[in-house]
């Protein structure tokens, strides 16, 4: 089965560096996004890689391996207003979005 | 305009009621999707219409009816709903759903209720 894996909840303090990985297995590969949403909001679109390595968009940063199937997002300088949740989503090869939980991150001044 | 919009954003009903949730994109987009977003679980995808046709069915139960009467409007409506039905309803919409990495744009939901 296709499974996306990524931690249900996490704490940082405003200020400092968090990193949310994301594992997936899924039949094929066309892409990882990364969608941030905050309570009672539409999820918004942060990030997209389909090749390995960093890319670096501000304050957020998204790695990818595919040969390990993990990713992260990196969020530095983090503010009150990042407190939200991250959600990982894969695109297999019929270029559907597989879907992880999301991983709740709260912020604590 | 806001991208993605959706309305009602709260809705109760009872189990015997009728209603139908709107979506409508401002994006020029061809695609629309239906998502059901429960507490904790990841996002399950309910229908996906392409160029106003339906290319997807995600074994929704028959209460729920999409519509897609143009490339810019999708309607869900709902029937003889159950409590477990209570969740979040997602509309999202992208540029083309044939093939190709395309980037979804979401609304903000439907918080639904059944009681």
């Known amino acids: 089965g296709q499974n996306i894996d990524q931690p249900t909840e996490m704490t940082a303090t405003e200020g400092a560096i968090v990193q949310i990985n994301c594992t997936y297995q899924t039949s094929g590969f066309n892409g990882l996004f990364w969608y941030q949403q905050h309570a009672g909001e539409a999820p918004t679109f942060l990030s997209y890689n389909v090749l390995d390595g960093l890319e670096e968009k501000g304050r957020f940063s998204s790695f990818l391996s595919r040969s390990k199937g993990y990713s992260y997002l990196l969020l530095k300088e983090l503010q009150m207003k990042d407190s939200a949740s991250y959600l990982c989503a894969v695109m297999d090869s019929n270029y559907q979005l597989i879907w992880g939980a999301g991983t709740k991150l709260i912020i604590k001044p | 305009e806001t991208g993605v919009t959706q309305t009602p954003r709260h809705l109760v009903m009872g189990m015997t009621n009728k209603k139908s949730l709107k979506c409508e994109q401002h994006l020029g987009h061809n695609a629309m999707y239906w998502y059901k977003q429960s507490a904790k679980k990841p996002l399950e995808l309910m229908f996906v219409?392409?160029?106003?046709?339906?290319?997807e069915n995600n074994s929704v139960p028959s209460r729920f009816s999409p519509e897609c009467p143009n490339s810019s409007h999708l309607f869900l409506h709902l029937h003889t709903l159950q409590p477990e039905d209570s969740a979040l309803y997602l509309c999202?919409?992208?540029?083309?759903?044939?093939?190709?990495?395309?980037?979804?744009?979401f609304g903000p939901g439907t918080r639904l209720t059944v009681l």
């Open positions: 999202a919409s992208s540029q083309d759903a044939s093939g190709g990495a395309d980037t979804q744009y």
């Open positions: 219409y392409n160029f106003k046709e339906q290319t």
